[in-house]
């Protein structure tokens, strides 16, 4: 009799909800997705470490506020691609290529107007350098958090740039004191 009144109240008794599925883990990037976010990160770090010598290194106010102002955004940039990166299961670099260290390394060697230029020009490279990279992902990509880091990464170098040409021709210029006539 127990038995059987058991059954009943077991019959009655709803069904259990149903878990929700778990959250779909994100796709494996593409090779070229996964080499524009290194080569993304690595452009990054040199960035930031080219920038962060202005505060020590520059003459102009106008390179130490780029200096930091790039600095800080490009340090954004590469957490944004470490974030996509580990959703996907990449890891990124901390250190930058020794060919980058070197081109730091010569930069930490020079002060006042010698490296006011010499950082513009290297900031102008490096983004010209990666320039080709971006355009090929933003084209053949079908990630679109990759397609926003490519543009976001072209637009952050191109405002670094066109600030430092707004007033690249005050650096060139010489004060001289009085003639002498």
Same mark, same amino acid.
């Given at each position: 009799?127990? %038995?059987?009144?058991?059954?009943?109240?077991?019959?009655?008794?709803?069904?259990?909800?149903?878990?929700?599925?778990?959250?779909?883990?994100? !796709?494996? $990037?593409?090779?070229?997705? @996964? /080499? $524009?976010?290194?080569?993304?990160? =690595?452009?990054?770090?040199? =960035?930031?470490?080219?920038?962060?010598? /202005?505060?020590?290194?520059?003459?102009?106010?106008?390179?130490? /506020?780029? %200096?930091?102002?790039?600095?800080?955004?490009? =340090? /954004?940039?590469?957490?944004?691609?470490?974030?996509?990166?580990?959703?996907? %299961?990449?890891?990124?670099?901390?250190?930058?290529? @020794?060919?980058?260290? =070197?081109?730091?390394?010569?930069?930490?060697?020079?002060?006042?107007?010698? $490296?006011?230029?010499?950082?513009?020009?290297?900031?102008?490279?490096?983004? &010209?350098?990666?320039?080709?990279?971006?355009?090929?992902?933003? *084209?053949? *990509?079908?990630?679109?958090?990759? &397609?926003? !880091?490519?543009? @976001?990464?072209?637009?952050?170098?191109?405002?670094?740039?066109?600030?430092?040409?707004?007033?690249?021709?005050?650096?060139?210029?010489?004060?001289? %004191?009085?003639?002498?006539?």
């Amino acid at each position: 009799m127990i %038995g059987a009144a058991t059954l009943l109240l077991c019959a009655c008794t709803p069904d259990y909800p149903k878990l929700p599925p778990l959250p779909a883990k994100a !796709a494996p $990037f593409s090779t070229a997705d @996964a /080499a $524009f976010l290194q080569q993304a990160n =690595e452009h990054d770090l040199t =960035e930031a470490a080219m920038a962060k010598l /202005a505060d020590d290194h520059a003459r102009s106010s106008d390179v130490k /506020a780029l %200096g930091a102002r790039s600095a800080t955004d490009y =340090e /954004a940039h590469r957490k944004t691609l470490a974030s996509l990166a580990d959703k996907h %299961g990449l890891a990124l670099t901390d250190t930058l290529m @020794a060919k980058d260290q =070197e081109r730091v390394d010569r930069l930490s060697g020079l002060h006042g107007r010698a $490296f006011d230029r010499a950082y513009v020009e290297a900031m102008e490279r490096e983004a &010209k350098s990666v320039q080709p990279v971006i355009t090929t992902t933003y *084209t053949t *990509t079908k990630d679109s958090d990759v &397609k926003a !880091a490519a543009t @976001a990464m072209q637009k952050l170098d191109q405002r670094s740039i066109s600030s430092a040409y707004s007033w690249l021709p005050q650096l060139s210029t010489r004060k001289y %004191g009085k003639s002498a006539r």
